[in-house]
């Protein structure tokens, strides 16, 4: 079981920056695959970026490649998206999410992991 907290959301403007943070608690947290996904009012959950449980590896839409940057802090417990160069479409609310290395047969990008956050809005201005 694993509870998951996110911070750091806000209102930018168009060029600007903000870093999100993701707290988990309740089970060891370097078991599990994280990752950050969004979702704009009308529209799909779409994902945005996921590390490995191994924390080597990381992933990120074709849409955010460049931008954003996802790392984890397993001493803290803690998942981050550094989100630059930010744009109106970036307007969201992101989640965080958690996938227990051995929950299977789903790619990184599926919706389907384990565990939510409540979400934290961004919004970016123009």
């Known amino acids: 079981q694993v509870q998951l907290v996110e911070s750091g959301g806000g209102l930018v403007q168009a060029g600007g920056s903000l870093r999100l943070s993701c707290a988990a608690s309740?089970?060891?947290?370097?078991?599990?695959?994280m990752g950050w996904f969004r979702q704009a009012p009308g529209k799909e959950r779409e994902f945005a970026a996921a590390?490995?449980?191994?924390?080597?590896?990381?992933y990120y839409a074709d849409s955010v490649k460049g931008r954003f940057t996802i790392a984890r802090d397993n001493a803290k417990n803690t998942v981050y998206l550094e989100m630059n160069s930010l744009k109106p479409e970036d307007t969201a609310v992101y989640y965080c999410?958690?996938?227990?290395?051995?929950?299977?047969?789903?790619?990184?990008?599926?919706?389907?992991?384990?565990?939510w956050g409540q979400g934290t809005q961004v919004t970016v201005s123009s």
């Open positions: 309740g089970r060891t947290f370097s078991d599990y695959t």
């Open positions: 590390i490995r449980w191994s924390g080597g590896s990381t």
């Open positions: 999410a958690a996938k227990h290395k051995y929950s299977g047969g789903y790619d990184y990008t599926d919706t389907r992991y384990g565990y």
